[in-house]
T-cell receptor, first 111, second 116 residues
Framework: GNSVTQMEGPVTLSEEAFLTINCTYT??????LFWYVQYPGEGLQLLLK?????DKGSNKGFEATYRKETTSFHLEKGSVQVSDSAVYFC??????????FGDGTTLTVKP | ETGVTQSPTHLIKTRGQQVTLRCSSQ?????VSWYQQALGQGPQFIFQ???????GRGNFPPRFSGLQFPNYSSELNVNALELDDSALYLC???????????????FGSGTRLTVV
C-alpha cells in the first residue's frame, strides 16, 4: 500500500535559518505529492503540490521538488520566520482521490 | 467564498454512545471526504462522498457511517463509541472527485471528539 515517511520532529530553528523537512514515499503508480501546514487549533492548509516527476511546488517561500528516482519530496525554505511555526504534513494522492499522510513534523522558530 | 465549516468544534461523549458530526463544504465543491487525526499522527482517510453516495472508504469499521445531502453538506456518524475514537475529525472538500489525485483538499478546522 501507499505510505509516507517524514523526518521526525520536533525541529527547532532560529529566525532566518534554513529549513529542510525530509519526506519519502512509497506508492503504486504515479502519485501527486503535497505539503500541508497545520497551525494550532486549525485544520490543514495546502501549502504546495507537485503532480509529476521533477515538478517543483512553491508557495510563501517554501519549495519542494518531486524526485521520482529517490521517491522524495523534501520541503525547504531559505529563511524561516516565527510565523512559520506549525506542524507540516507530507502527503500523496493517487487516482482514487484518497490522500495518505505522514505523521507530521512540528517546527518551532525562535526569535 | 466560504470555506469548509464543521460543527461542533468540541464534543465529549461516553463510551458506547453515538455521535454525529457535521460539515458544510466550500462553495462550489460537491465532494466531501472525512479524516480522523489521532493526537500526534497524520490524518487517516475514513470515506468520501460524491453525489450523495459513498465513493471510497478507508480501513474503518461499519460503525463509522456517513451521509451527504443535496446541498453537498455531509454528516459523519459513529456508533458504539470506543475510547480510541478520541481524535480530531477533519472534513475536506474538492470541486469534483479528484480522479487524477492532483488537486489537494480544502480542510475545515475539525471537530475534537473526546470519548470518556
Amino acid at each position: 500500500g501507499n505510505s509516507v515517511t517524514q523526518m521526525e520532529g520536533p525541529v527547532t530553528l532560529s529566525e532566518e535559518a534554513f529549513l529542510t523537512i525530509n519526506c519519502t514515499y512509497t506508492a503504486t503508480g504515479y502519485p501527486s505529492l503535497f505539503w500541508y501546514v497545520q497551525y494550532p487549533g486549525e485544520g490543514l492548509q495546502l501549502l504546495l503540490k507537485a503532480t509529476k516527476a521533477d515538478d517543483k511546488g512553491s508557495n510563501k517561500g517554501f519549495e519542494a521538488t518531486y524526485r521520482k528516482e529517490t521517491t522524495s519530496f523534501h520541503l525547504e525554505k531559505g529563511s524561516v520566520q516565527v510565523s512559520d511555526s506549525a506542524v507540516y504534513f507530507c502527503a500523496l494522492s493517487t487516482n482514487a482521490g484518497k490522500s495518505t499522510f505522514g505523521d507530521g513534523t512540528t517546527l518551532t522558530v525562535k526569535p | 467564498e466560504t470555506g469548509v465549516t464543521q460543527s461542533p468544534t468540541h464534543l465529549i461523549k461516553t463510551r458506547g454512545q453515538q455521535v454525529t458530526l457535521r460539515c458544510s463544504s466550500q462553495s462550489g465543491h460537491n465532494t466531501v471526504s472525512w479524516y480522523q487525526q489521532a493526537l500526534g499522527q497524520g490524518p487517516q482517510f475514513i470515506f468520501q462522498y460524491y453525489r450523495e453516495e459513498e465513493n471510497g472508504r478507508g480501513n474503518f469499521p461499519p460503525r463509522f457511517s456517513g451521509l451527504q445531502f443535496p446541498n453537498y453538506s455531509s454528516e459523519l456518524n459513529v456508533n458504539a463509541l470506543e475510547l480510541d475514537d478520541s481524535a480530531l475529525y477533519l472534513c475536506a472538500s474538492t470541486p469534483e472527485p479528484d480522479r487524477q489525485g492532483g488537486g489537494g483538499y480544502t480542510f475545515g478546522s475539525g471537530t475534537r471528539l473526546t470519548v470518556v
